[in-house]
């Protein structure tokens, strides 16, 4: 790894460093992210690798499932949720749910229902697909003003009413 810029956890001049690891004595997965994801003024990710290792993790993860390497499973989904951040968890959460990574799944419900205000102020919150949505309305946990909620809900829907995507095929918009 080092300084090859080639190798995609090189460090960069100003990049923080991600790195991946396996312990096979105990059994452990540790991810390592210093000062990542990078995000511009309009808190927007910038850095490509956080998008890459999490797609990576999420295809080991589909594949260790696959293969029925349950340890394995279970050590990726620990490491995707640890990566868990108000930025990240709409887009996690909808790539759990299309491959069927249960607790992934819930794990990031948990986490948007506990987090819900910071990530609502995410860009990514209006291209939430509208089943997700649905359930955090319906959930009993979802702990924030109605305020909140009601405003966030009409900025949703505005945005899907322009034409924006929302999770949802053009047959259901009809």
């Known amino acids: 790894v080092g300084s090859d ?9 100003g990049d923080g460093t991600t790195e991946l690891s396996v312990d096979g004595e105990r059994g452990g997965m540790m991810a390592v992210a ?15 690798r956080h998008c890459t290792m999490l797609l990576a993790l999420l295809d ?13 499973h279970v050590a990726l989904e620990h490491t995707m ?8 968890c709409i887009s ?3 790539m759990a749910r299309e491959r ?9 419900k948990a986490y948007f229902l506990e987090h819900f205000r910071q990530c609502v102020e995410e860009q990514s919150f209006k291209l939430m697909p509208r089943q997700l ?15 909140l909620v009601m405003q966030s809900l009409l900025q949703w829907a505005q945005h899907n009413a322009k034409g924006g995507k929302s999770g949802h095929s053009e047959a259901e918009r009809e």
């Open 5 to 13: 810029p080639a190798h995609p956890h090189a460090q960069m001049p």
């Open 34 to 48: 210093n000062g990542w994801p990078r995000k511009n003024a309009q808190g927007e990710c910038t850095d490509w």
């Open 60 to 72: 080991l993860c589909e594949l260790a499932s696959y293969f029925m390497i349950e340890e394995l």
């Open 81 to 88: 949720s640890a990566l868990l951040s108000p930025s990240s």
């Open 92 to 94: 996690m959460w909808s």
């Open 100 to 108: 069927a990574l249960s607790e992934l799944d819930d794990r990031c």
């Open 133 to 147: 949505l649905q359930e955090v309305l319906q959930h009993g946990r979802l702990c924030a003003p109605t305020e």
